[in-house]
């Protein structure tokens, strides 16, 4: 995505959009600009998609501010949706630039597991899902007790997750309860001091299709969930919460917008409960594809044969059970991308984050174009001394790549590889 910044920001006129006192829009020849608060409230998703679509209609610039409720990642996605949609993000008081500043990322070598430790009491939300069951049976092996919420009953599972879910019962006590921690967390049936917020929802639809009414329900979702949880009387004894996130929150893809938002929103909720209670570790985990299992296990194929990260389902659980052992320090928020790449294997990439392919050599690029083409080798045009980042297309049985600038999001007619 590419922000493009106006000499002057928009004049300020009466907003004829409100949603409440913080949310606000104002219109001007100028452009739309979109003040929101300090953290999502209700019908905010409304003034910000009703922000964006103003400005596209008018051709002016779009301005979010805000002074931490988000939304930055719905104008990326809206971005990737309307190439000529031009934005930008303002946190007074926390950029001294219109233009949001880049995540400074940093590599984190992952502790060792710790052998030891007293099995646990864990709930996980959204225990029933694939990614859940896995994390499970993962779980119980070590003998931790588990508390696994879902919104589906278990009655209501396919015959295999079914046989999963019983071989878990086998090894550890396992007690399922049906429930929508949005809206209420029944009691406890054992004192749980970990937490795996895994429950989500992956509804893809372009921005044009979505109603405000849809895209609220999907933004508060996942923070909604999590602060229900961590405030409910039956989880008072918490000392280690992971939140799975994802690395769309960053950089979202077309039809992502909804599910982009959730996320961010859910990071910005996690920051928050670290404030409000520093005895209690919060992590967000934010993850790429999951392969086999999980909501997004119809792309993973596709974008594992073109040499982004996917998440080994083994290597995820053992990732997250890592996480949640307080006894280890790690980030608040950490992006997963699957296992180290090794020399043999130089090109991995985290979708959202980067949003393409980072290649720093040659042999990347080459490995790039023969997963995607195994049959036999294919030429690839040479990254010049400034092209440092490779973007890539796939399409069936053929990769289309082409280098730009690390900040230089534009779609261009890739030149095709074979």
């Known amino acids: 995505m590419t922000f493009v910044p106006r000499p002057c920001p928009p004049q300020r006129r009466s907003p004829l959009t409100t949603s409440n006192s913080d949310s606000r829009i104002h219109w001007s020849d100028g452009g739309v600009l979109v003040e929101l608060g300090g953290r999502w409230r209700a019908g905010d998703a409304g003034v910000l998609l009703d922000g964006i679509r103003g400005a596209l209609a008018r051709d002016v610039p779009l301005t979010l501010v805000h002074r931490g409720a988000g939304g930055g990642s719905l104008l990326r996605a809206a971005s990737v949706e309307w190439p000529r949609l031009r934005c930008q993000e303002l946190v007074p008081g926390r950029h001294a630039s219109f233009r949001p500043r880049q995540p400074r990322w940093t590599h984190h070598r992952l502790p060792a597991p710790r052998p030891g430790g007293e099995p646990a009491g864990v709930a996980i939300s959204g225990g029933l899902g694939g990614i859940g069951l896995e994390l499970a049976a993962h779980l119980a092996a070590a003998g931790h007790r588990l508390w696994l919420l879902d919104r589906r009953p278990a009655a209501g599972l396919p015959a295999a997750a079914r046989r999963r879910l019983a071989a878990v019962a086998a090894r550890t006590q396992v007690i399922v309860d049906q429930a929508d921690v949005t809206a209420a967390v029944p009691p406890a049936p054992f004192p749980i001091?970990?937490?795996?917020?895994?429950?989500?929802?992956?509804?893809?639809?372009?921005?044009?299709?979505?109603?405000?009414?849809?895209?609220?329900?999907?933004?508060?979702?996942?923070?909604?969930?999590?602060?229900?949880?961590?405030?409910?009387?039956?989880?008072?004894?918490?000392?280690?919460?992971?939140?799975?996130?994802?690395?769309?929150?960053?950089?979202?893809?077309?039809?992502?917008?909804?599910?982009?938002?959730?996320?961010e929103l859910l990071r910005r909720e996690a920051a928050r409960l670290r404030e409000e209670r520093p005895g209690m570790r919060v992590v967000v985990a934010e993850w790429s594809l999951w392969s086999s299992i999980g909501m997004g296990a119809f792309a993973a194929a596709m974008a594992g044969r073109a040499g982004f990260a996917i998440v080994p389902p083994a290597w995820g659980v053992q990732i997250t059970d890592l996480l949640l052992d307080e006894r280890r320090t790690v980030p608040d928020e950490i992006v997963l991308g699957g296992p180290q790449p090794t020399p043999d294997r130089p090109l991995a990439a985290i979708t959202g984050v980067g949003g393409s392919s980072l290649a720093m050599d040659d042999a990347s690029v080459r490995r790039l174009v023969e997963l995607c083409r195994p049959s036999r080798a294919a030429p690839h045009r040479p990254v010049g001394p400034d092209d440092r980042v490779v973007r890539a297309q796939v399409a069936d049985h053929t990769v289309y790549t082409w280098g730009s600038g690390c900040r230089d999001w534009n779609t261009r007619t890739p030149r095709r590889q074979g």
């Open 193 to 263: 001091t970990r937490l795996v917020h895994a429950a989500g929802e992956l509804d893809l639809a372009p921005l044009s299709e979505v109603t405000g009414d849809d895209l609220e329900r999907l933004a508060g979702g996942k923070a909604g969930g999590l602060r229900s949880l961590v405030d409910a009387p039956a989880l008072a004894g918490l000392r280690s919460v992971v939140a799975f996130g994802s690395t769309e929150s960053r950089r979202p893809h077309r039809m992502f917008g909804g599910y982009a938002l959730a996320n």
